[in-house]
């Protein structure tokens, strides 16, 4: 227990000893250390020749600044962090400062929670620090290293304050893979508000939305089920399914595969939810889709509705067809009578069944027994 507090003591004073060289010094080859938030840069203002300086974030090199007096930081954060110059080569010395200015740590937006949600929706929410002033007022930033994106639309509670946030249709290609930051400031008119954050990328943060059926049908024999799932930024999908057969236990099963076959299926219910396929266990959980319900042992369900308006009305095209070609028959009779065989004239008595007198009755009755039928019907 002896050497951790001893370390803290040997860093106090070797900050105490940096701190008072920097103030009784003069003319120190380093004066002005501030933070540059807009280029994010630790920047001095350096009155000696200082040929090599290093950069260091809570007693960690970063890099050094070889012939120029400043060093890139990367993306700023809202933990309070030591920022520290030191010259390397030529007389030593060295300077910090603390970035961001510390406020009370109670007064920043508390419980930051961000998701996407139905396929394009970004929505964050926060509560208010529980020793925030009674002035105080958040502001929401969705942070890129290339891009900044303010909060479009807010949602206040009853003291006017901004608790929620609200983004409608991202479209944020090619950078919607990358490492998004989270950020909520605080204003106040007499105190200084703690910034509040947190990073991730927005595959993370999905809500992925339930599956859209697409097609289903069964019969006695087999069940087909077909889905699709919209994500913008989730590629790597997978499905939980949950399927009920009559009166058993519901069962689970996953599968990468967007359409689900049963042999023998019999009545049954399921239900299917989308899942990120590589990150499942961290991610928030997909919506379940409404339940489906298919009776398959019935003799009915095995005749796909679509068929049943298909053939209905060529059926009764077709009705309307023969009836219409039947009533016309008589009148084309009429109209172009045949002309009768002629009887042998070499022998009477021989009667050949092909050169028999016409009969048109009997013709009428022979060729169109539709229209015996038609006329029966009319009687």
Request: aromatic share 10%.
């Amino acid at each position: 227990m002896a050497l951790p507090w001893l370390a803290v003591l040997l860093t106090l004073i070797c900050c105490s000893m940096t701190t008072d060289h920097a103030i009784s010094d003069p003319d120190p080859p380093i004066k002005n250390l501030r933070i540059d938030p807009e280029r994010k840069r630790l920047v001095w203002d350096q009155h000696e020749n200082v040929s090599e300086i290093g950069c260091y974030v809570n007693s960690k090199i970063l890099r050094k600044a070889i012939q120029k007096p400043y060093c890139s930081l990367g993306d700023l954060s809202c933990e309070v962090k030591n920022y520290t110059v030191k010259v390397i080569k030529g007389q030593p010395f060295s300077a910090w400062i603390q970035y961001p200015k510390q406020g009370n740590p109670l007064a920043a937006a508390d419980n930051l929670t961000c998701r996407v949600h139905d396929v394009d929706q970004l929505s964050c929410s926060w509560a208010v620090g529980e020793e925030a002033p009674a002035n105080v007022q958040y502001h929401f930033y969705l942070k890129h290293p290339l891009k900044t994106w303010p909060c479009p639309k807010y949602m206040q509670n009853q003291q006017g304050v901004n608790v929620q946030c609200h983004f409608d249709g991202l479209s944020l290609q090619p950078e919607r893979q990358s490492q998004f930051r989270f950020l909520v400031n605080g204003t106040s008119g007499g105190s200084k508000i703690p910034c509040r954050q947190m990073t991730h990328r927005l595959e993370e943060i999905e809500i992925l939305a339930a599956p859209n059926i697409t097609k289903k049908w069964c019969n006695e024999n087999y069940s087909f089920m077909e889905w699709e799932v919209r994500s913008l930024f989730t590629e790597d999908i997978k499905y939980e399914l949950e399927i009920q057969k009559g009166s058993d236990l519901a069962y689970k099963e996953e599968t990468e595969l967007k359409v689900l076959g049963l042999r023998n299926p019999g009545p049954y219910t399921v239900k299917i939810k989308a899942m990120d396929s590589l990150f499942f266990g961290s991610r928030p959980e997909g919506q379940w889709s409404a339940p489906q319900h298919l009776d398959c042992g019935r003799k009915d369900a095995s005749f796909p509705i679509w068929l049943v308006y298909l053939l209905a009305p060529l059926g009764a095209l077709l009705l309307v067809g023969l009836v219409f070609l039947c009533r016309r028959w008589p009148l084309m009779q009429k109209l172009f009578p045949r002309v009768p065989h002629v009887k042998d004239p070499v022998g009477d008595s021989f009667q050949n069944e092909r050169m028999m007198a016409w009969d048109p009755e009997q013709q009428s009755q022979e060729e169109c027994p539709v229209v015996r039928v038609q006329v029966l019907g009319e009687t």
